[in-house]
């Protein structure tokens, strides 16, 4: 059983509720969407074919408890389920991101996902696939890649529709790096009083000349 894989790494853990932590990162090949704004182009297509003993191997000397899969978008690979079993069985604790157009039910409930809505700035908010905002669960995280003012009315429209019980500082605001200053966002949120959590990039922070590996 084999996965197409980019890159694995270990770095900081530059975003979600983890931000700050060392982090083993599993970069998978291929993605369905083509944001405007993506920084890992280099995804689409570029991999090479690593059985999931190799990967868990490999993770492994690493030495760190902490892995998050990734992409490209790391569902559109049927092996990522049981990737994900694999290393939760080995005793490390599991993210996956995942763009957010494709079903996240059959992921092992002790994996945290991360869920992104694509606004409309991205150019892909006709691939939100919206069934999985009824999964969330306090485990999971919810992200809003935000550009403009018109992509952060879009983001606070679909907060009502979140589960009760999901938790209102797990949803992640994160503007566009380059694009919308965090002080702007900043200020819609406090203006809005919204019950949401400023989210930014720290790798891009501590790396800014790096595109990869970081």
């Not at 049927?78 to 996240?104: K, P, Q």
Request: net charge negative; hydrophobic share 35%; charged share 25%.
């Amino acid at each position: 059983m084999t996965l197409l894989v980019n890159e694995i790494f270990h770095s900081i853990q530059g975003e979600s509720l983890s931000a700050g932590r060392p982090c083993v990162f599993i970069r998978l090949t291929g993605c369905n969407l083509r944001c405007t704004y993506c920084d890992t182009t280099y995804a689409y297509d570029e991999g090479s074919a690593f059985s999931i003993e190799e990967i868990v191997a490999r993770v492994k000397s690493f030495s760190c408890a902490l892995v998050e899969i990734t992409g490209g978008e790391p569902l559109l690979q049927d092996e990522t389920s049981e990737l994900i079993c694999r290393l939760i069985a080995s005793g490390h604790e599991m993210l996956i991101e995942t763009n957010g157009s494709l079903d996240i039910s059959p992921l092992h409930p002790e994996c945290s996902r991360i869920l992104d809505i694509k606004c409309p700035s991205s150019g892909m908010s006709s691939k939100n696939r919206m069934e999985n905002l009824s999964q969330l669960t306090d485990r999971d995280q919810l992200k809003f890649i935000i550009g403009d003012a018109s992509d952060y009315d879009f983001a606070k429209k679909i907060l009502p529709a979140l589960p009760t019980a999901f938790p209102r500082d797990h949803v992640l605001f994160s503007p566009v790096f380059g694009i919308l200053p965090p002080a702007t966002l900043s200020g819609w949120i406090l203006r809005d009083r919204l019950s949401v959590r400023l989210h930014s990039q720290l790798h891009k922070i501590i790396w800014p000349d790096e595109e990869r590996g970081r």
